[in-house]
């Protein structure tokens, strides 16, 4: 299992839907003379948290000289 940190570094110009401005009237990171919120730090949109490898294998020989093998891997991928 694997931990991620999935913040914006730096992210000063994020655009703002005009159906959200409203919300945003007063807080800070928001300048309303530009029209842009200061994301810098928030979580990235969609990012799970954490990401694990869930494998299955199993080797079989058959006869002396030849042998089978079988994998299952489970993942989800994330999109934008």
């Known amino acids: 299992?694997?931990?991620?940190?999935?913040?914006?570094?730096?992210?000063?110009?994020?655009?703002?839907?005009?159906g959200i401005i409203p919300y945003l009237a007063g807080n800070p990171r928001y300048h309303p003379t530009t029209g842009f919120y200061d994301a810098t730090a928030n979580r990235l949109n969609?990012?799970?948290?954490?990401?694990t490898l869930q494998a299955l294998q199993m080797?079989?020989?058959?006869?002396?000289?030849?042998s089978a093998r079988a994998e299952m891997l489970q993942s989800r991928t994330y999109y934008d």
């Not at 969609?46 to 990401?51: G, L, M, Q, V």
């Not at 080797?59 to 030849?66: E, F």
């Open 46 to 51: 969609w990012a799970p948290r954490f990401s």
């Open 1 to 18: 299992m694997s931990l991620l940190h999935g913040n914006y570094c730096t992210f000063t110009n994020a655009s703002v839907a005009a």
């Open 59 to 66: 080797t079989a020989s058959l006869l002396r000289s030849i």
